[in-house]
């Protein structure tokens, strides 16, 4: 029988700590308001660079200051099919126009629209974008204008021409359900219907299940009863192909035949809106059906892709199993619809894991790991953090998500204001900007903002009359022909899991709030912890078994290491999380970073005047102690050291540099050693990373004994720091050894005598200030586990044997590893693995290219 290790990875994450008197600050009236006026100016900044610079366009490009065309502008790819030449960003800002009082803009701007927008192009657009933004925004429009235009002056001249608009743009959306299944395409051209697009088989599930609110509105509002019903035989048939035994959702569907293409299953990208619709399908049209749907979803969100505050998709027919071990921006949304559905308490908390990555990062990336790192660094200003903010902050009145809205409008300023409106962010990291504007910035993201610090009493339309689609556009809650239409719903949850799931009603009272958020920070964002003196075998798979009961999940990372979280309320019971809790304290026994036996303890290298840290490796000489090497670092050939070393004269006896990616660590450090080098210094391939904003790690090895040589993993910046330092003086030596140690002696050093101060320090802080930080680290050190698995023999390790037990250990070999011995695993197993390979997009690619 396999015997299967775990080998102890180390990440130390860099924490913000929140203090108590922070989070429990109050909010003045006086500073709400002037939020308010500043998202006001903020949309009108946005909005009037877009009118002056861009309209009629569909978006300003905020960098080069003009507009966005499609078929003039250089093609972006499929993102640029949310653009139809159809003044895109005027439609989807309309009734934010209407939230800020702005009639006779709002008048003027749809004046514009009725003169100038067609949708008579020979364009190609996507269907679910062109329903939600501009049916979407112009329904909403038309609601409004209709409501208002008794009380509104300037609004009087108004006679249903944006309903009229609507309604040729749905004539122009239906071809797209012309499919066997009912499942609508996922393009279509605006003037030839899916002429020419019949090849075209796939379409995402929200893609497919975010029609009903806007076609069934289109449908009451015109009389026209087509658009509704096939919007319904769309859900019906997403109904018919939910996994029966999970209930859980794929991402991609094939509209011809209804298969599932992608079966990773989260509540973020590609799936997102379609429960958002299933829920609010209920509340605007009064369908029972549609809540029992979405009950029997939402309990198995809760049941598989929920840990305690964490969302990690899994496979939907394989729901034990997670498809990924990162998150996307998009499930920002989830607090806020668990607000409407009156389940508080887990959106607090998921909000709260929302913030700590919005305090790491400034912003939320598009994809963050579970230990929130950045996975995928852009950010396009979405709002889904806001909505959910803006809807807890109704359901508590707790000032803190006043607070959460100051923190987003603040960073939102300082680094994506640009003269011509506001500039996405290319990489949360380096906050370098993108030439690109969404419509959805005027149309969500202002407005939630600016209704966060807004009373609701103050906005022109009640807003517990409507339902705010998935794009914030209003439609009224009198569409409904019959049955119930409030927010505050019951729902129905499996006994089992009724304490768990357990619907929280709205509760005013912040303190609550609060106390929910208190655990989830520390549990988030302050335990230290350090590895277990000894490799755990783990030959019984029951264990991952027992630790989920005491709340203990395993999450699988793409290298094929585990990563363990230890969240309270997934306990079985609180006995359970008593033993979980022990677990972990015995896991992290060891508290600080200075305590070394068999555990790994971080780096410094001193270059020059400064002393980085770096990452040790989990193979070959450890570094702790105060044991000093001290070498003069030379590059390898290859650079990469993924083959054996060429320029093994120049090396011997030197410190070899390499850099990241192509193969494991080990086996460069293998290379290396052959070479003749003393020590390994390891480089980044992650462009602008630092130790300052990343986590340090330790490098994992393969299980085998043979690496004798000490080495260190070096982020980018202070590689190119060591870079250049060489670059000045060939000969330059550094010294390496234990980062705790080194910086002792450095601050013994500054007091007895005077410490220079640090020159050549424009990329790193200089060293005192390096220690500051260090110390503020140090204080505020989260130690996370990631267990590296290693066989003892890999010849051992299968994928072959279908016994539930062994397919448990399976969650532990890679997949490609599956792929090839996979003769014998269950088809649902092979079909899955390819799929998840095969649908792989840049984004969900390891990065960095080592395992
Ligand atoms: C918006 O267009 C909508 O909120 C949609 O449901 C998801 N994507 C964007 C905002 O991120």
Known sequence: ???????????????????????????????????????????????????????????????????????????????????????????????????????????????????????????????????????????????????????????????????????????????????????????????????????????????????????????????????????????????????????????????????????????????????????????????????????????????????????????????????????????????????????????????EMLYQVMQRHTFIPEAFTSDFQVHWGQHPLRPEFLESTYFLHRATGDDHYLQVGKMVLKALQQHTRVPCGYAAVNDVRTRVQEDRMDSFVLAETFKYLYMLFGDDKDLPVKLEDYVLTTEAH???????????????????????????????????????????????????????????????????????????????????????RVQLLYTTNTARSARDAAEGLTFMREMSKWNTLGDTENGVVAAGVKINDKIFPAGPGHFGKDISGTDRYVGTPVFVTPIDACTAVENKEEIEGKFAIATRGQCTFAQKVRFIQEAGATFALILDNVKDSSYETTALFAMSGDGKDDIDIPAVFLYSLEGLYLTEALRDDPELTVVIGELRSMKQEFENFCDNESCEPITNANILPGDKESFDHLRKVLSQLVAQFELSLSNEDPSLKTCSDNTQDVYVAKEFVSEDTCEQNVSTVSNDVKEDTKSSGKHTNDAEKNKSGDF
């Open 1 to 351: 029988m396999s015997i299967y290790y775990f080998l102890v990875v180390l990440v130390f994450t860099i924490e913000y700590v929140t203090t108590e008197e922070e989070t429990l600050l109050g909010m003045t009236r006086a500073e709400r308001l002037s939020l308010r006026e500043e998202s006001r100016n903020m949309f009108y900044h946005a909005y009037d660079a877009y009118m002056d610079n861009a309209y009629p366009a569909d978006e300003l490009m905020p960098l080069s200051c003009k507009g966005r065309w499609r078929g003039v502008t250089p093609s972006r790819g499929d993102m640029d099919d949310v653009l139809g030449n159809f003044s895109l960003t005027l439609v989807d800002s309309l009734d934010t126009l209407v939230v800020m009082g702005d009639f006779s803009e709002f008048s003027r701007a749809v004046k514009l629209i009725i003169n100038d927008v067609t949708f008579d192009h020979d364009i190609i657009v996507s269907v679910f974008e062109t329903n939600i933004r501009v049916l979407g925004g112009l329904l909403s429009a038309h609601v409004l204008a209709t409501t208002l235009k008794y009380e509104v002056p300037v609004l009087q001249w108004y006679n249903g021409e944006l309903l009229a608009m609507a309604e040729d743009l749905g004539r122009r959306l239906l071809p797209a359900f012309n499919t066997s299944t009912g499942i609508p395409h996922g393009r279509i051209n605006l003037r030839h219907g899916i002429k020419g697009l019949s090849e075209s088989r796939e379409t995402c599930t929200a893609c497919a299940g975010t029609m009903i609110l806007e076609m069934a509105a289109l449908s009451r509002l015109t009389g026209q009863p087509l658009f509704e019903q096939k919007a319904h035989r769309a859900m019906d048939r997403l109904w018919k192909i939910r996994h029966r035994a999970s209930d859980l959702m794929g991402t991609v569907i094939n509209i011809h035949n209804g298969d599932w293409v992608r079966k990773d299953s989260g509540v973020g990208a590609g799936i997102d809106s379609y429960y958002e619709y299933c829920l609010k399908a209920y509340i605007l049209l009064g369908d029972e059906k549609y809540l029992a749907r979405f009950n029997r979803h939402y309990n198995a969100v809760m049941k598989y892709i929920s840990r305690g505050p964490i969302m990690l998709a899994v496979h939907m027919h394989r729901p034990h199993l997670q498809s990924r071990n990162f998150m996307d921006a998009l499930l920002a949304f989830w607090p806020g619809l668990q607000v409407l559905l009156g389940d508080v308490r887990p959106a607090v908390e998921t909000h």
């Open 474 to 560: 209003f439609l009224p809650l009198s569409l409904a022909t019959n049955g119930r239409n409030s927010t505050h719903l019951n729902i129905k949850i499996d006994d089992d899991d009724e304490d768990k799931y357990r619907k929280t009603c709205p509760n005013t009272a912040s303190l609550v709030a609060e106390k929910l958020r208190q655990p989830m920070r520390q549990m988030l964002g302050s335990t230290a912890a350090r590895p277990p003196a000894r490799l755990r075998p783990l030959n019984d798979p029951r264990q991952i078994h027992a630790l989920s009961d005491m709340g203990i999940s395993v999450l699988t990372l793409p290298d094929g």
